[in-house]
């Protein structure tokens, strides 16, 4: 049964890549899978030349390269409408009266989602038009979804924010980071909540570190522009990492609504510190990944042949609450690893008395160990100590393994997640302006730090100076393989 409404779906930049890649695969799998069906109406805005049935044309292709049926396809875009805005233009009044034509046209009852699939640069000015045009409001119920990265600092983000609250308010605003889209990372918290064998030993009491490790094969895509000034704490620190680390960290909400979840989130935020000696930049040279050669990012087109711009950290942080105190977060991503996996190891601690002995090693027992792979190869795995069969007495450390794919037959793609979540008003996915203000709080020290980028070759795991830097020499991060 669906819980969505008519309603129209406005793209600000309606003919980008972005919704060629992923907002209108995404939106066709709304209607076919989530049972949104009719309800949904779309408007593609940007400043290219189009009529309807071009842009309708266009839409068919990015949905047949998505994997679409090609009839099927054909369909599906006659619920789609195109308006231009010319670069010049200062206002969105003749949006506006586009969108009351559609809603006409259509007997919608005035739902609109406003998309901004743009440049980060032009989303002030464009948040004021919406407001300054009337589009803050409808008759029915107006969302606006912005997309990735919200700010570059603090102060960018708090800026950003006061333009938003100038026009909307916060239970109007989706702001997305697609890793809250992932079945996955949602299922960090059904696991914790919901398996009281764990949460019971979730704390200082039981765990002795956590590592998370967010690992990229690929390199920069040819996104040198960006990425020349985003590095890897905008790109993939300050948003991604920080959400999985809060939802490792966080205390249970009350109830599973969305702002009892994002107060304990932005709670457990509030409370970690970054030592600025424990971290280790790092930019890749020439190596081989998955057997192919791969030019180092000096030599990747539009970057500087001096740049300083970190493709990985690691790092490690406090966490200064009642549950955590004293144990180690580590946190590290980077491009360019041997293999692209995401995951969250938590090491608990040993018992506190060692009574088996080995030949070789003082005491023979090993931690526990839960690893959640987030992605590809999505599972858990704890591992344990058993007794080898014979004597001498030797223990091993074992894995029981979960995997998602065998349990459940598919996992949805991410933007469906929170594309159908706009639609229905579900804004428990979405980053509120306290968490994102927050977060850029944490990492601005870091990110204004001049630091030594240390060389770490393509297809390896990084900066050899990694674990010393972190005050952990000879300590290696486990990974499920
Ligand atoms: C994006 C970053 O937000 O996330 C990219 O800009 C990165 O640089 C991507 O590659 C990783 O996302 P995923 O879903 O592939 O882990």
């Known amino acids: 049964?669906?819980?969505?409404?008519?309603?129209?779906?406005?793209?600000?930049?309606?003919?980008?890549?972005?919704?060629?890649?992923?907002?209108?695969?995404?939106?066709?799998?709304?209607?076919?899978?989530?049972?949104?069906?009719?309800?949904?109406?779309?408007?593609?805005?940007?400043?290219?030349?189009?009529?309807?049935?071009?842009?309708?044309?266009?839409?068919?292709?990015?949905?047949?390269?998505?994997?679409?049926?090609?009839?099927?396809?054909?369909?599906?875009?006659?619920?789609?409408?195109?308006?231009?805005?010319?670069?010049?233009?200062?206002?969105?009044?003749?949006?506006?009266?586009?969108?009351?034509?559609?809603?006409?046209?259509?007997?919608?009852?005035?739902?609109?989602?406003?998309?901004?699939?743009?440049?980060?640069?032009?989303?002030?000015?464009?948040?004021?038009?919406?407001?300054?045009?009337?589009?803050?409001?409808?008759?029915?119920?107006?969302?606006?979804?912005?997309?990735?990265?919200?700010?570059?600092?603090?102060?960018?983000?708090?800026?950003?924010?006061?333009?938003?609250?100038?026009?909307?308010?916060?239970?109007?605003?989706?702001?997305?980071?697609?890793?809250?889209?992932?079945?996955?990372?949602?299922?960090?918290?059904?696991?914790?909540?919901?398996?009281?064998?764990?949460?019971?030993?979730?704390?200082?009491?039981?765990?002795?570190?956590?590592?998370?490790?967010?690992?990229?094969?690929?390199?920069?895509?040819?996104?040198?522009?960006?990425?020349?000034?985003?590095?890897?704490?905008?790109?993939?620190?300050?948003n991604h990492l920080t959400q999985l680390l809060t939802l490792v960290a966080m205390e249970a909400p009350h109830s599973f609504n969305a702002d009892a979840i994002r107060t304990e989130k932005v709670q457990a935020l509030q409370a970690v510190t970054v030592d600025p000696d424990h971290v280790v930049f790092g930019q890749y040279t020439e190596g081989v990944v998955d057997g192919e050669e791969i030019p180092g990012y000096l030599d990747e087109e539009g970057v500087a042949v001096d740049s300083t711009t970190a493709t990985f950290v690691a790092l490690r942080l406090a966490v200064n609450s009642w549950r955590w105190q004293g144990v180690p977060f580590y946190l590290r991503t980077g491009k360019r690893m041997p293999r692209k996996t995401t995951q969250i190891v938590v090491t608990f601690q040993r018992p506190p008395v060692c009574l088996f002995h080995g030949v070789e090693d003082e005491c023979e027992m090993h931690s526990n160990v839960l690893i959640l792979t987030l992605q590809p190869d999505e599972g858990f795995e704890l591992r344990f100590d058993v007794k080898a069969p014979g004597e001498p007495l030797h223990l091993v450390a074992k894995p029981l393994h979960f995997d998602y794919e065998e349990a459940f037959e598919s996992i949805p793609d991410a933007y469906q997640t929170l594309l159908y979540d706009v639609i229905s008003g579900d804004q428990t996915l979405f980053v509120r302006s306290d968490e994102v203000e927050t977060s850029w709080q944490l990492w601005d020290e870091l990110i204004d730090m001049p630091a030594t980028v240390h060389a770490y070759a393509a297809g390896t795991w990084g900066p050899e100076q990694t674990d010393i830097a972190l005050g952990r020499p000879g300590e290696s991060w486990t990974l499920s393989d």
């Open 1 to 238: 049964m669906s819980t969505t409404q008519p309603h129209l779906f406005v793209i600000f930049g309606g003919t980008g890549d972005l919704t060629k890649r992923k907002l209108l695969p995404s939106l066709y799998r709304i209607t076919m899978e989530n049972g949104v069906g009719e309800d949904l109406n779309i408007l593609g805005v940007s400043r290219t030349d189009h009529g309807d049935d071009e842009y309708r044309g266009w839409a068919r292709d990015a949905l047949v390269a998505a994997g679409v049926d090609a009839a099927a396809a054909t369909e599906w875009v006659q619920r789609m409408f195109y308006t231009r805005v010319a670069a010049d233009e200062g206002d969105l009044a003749a949006v506006r009266d586009e969108i009351e034509t559609i809603e006409q046209k259509r007997g919608l009852p005035g739902n609109r989602a406003l998309y901004l699939a743009l440049p980060p640069p032009s989303f002030p000015d464009t948040i004021s038009m919406l407001g300054e045009a009337g589009l803050n409001t409808s008759p029915g119920w107006t969302r606006l979804v912005i997309e990735k990265p919200f700010g570059s600092d603090f102060e960018t983000a708090e800026q950003l924010n006061a333009v938003v609250h100038d026009h909307f308010t916060e239970d109007q605003i989706y702001r997305i980071d697609h890793y809250l889209g992932k079945e996955t990372v949602q299922n960090v918290l059904a696991f914790r909540f919901s398996n009281l064998l764990f949460e019971s030993a979730w704390s200082r009491d039981r765990i002795h570190k956590v590592e998370i490790t967010v690992a990229e094969e690929i390199g920069i895509e040819g996104r040198s522009g960006y990425y020349e000034r985003a590095g890897v704490m905008r790109d993939m620190v300050q």
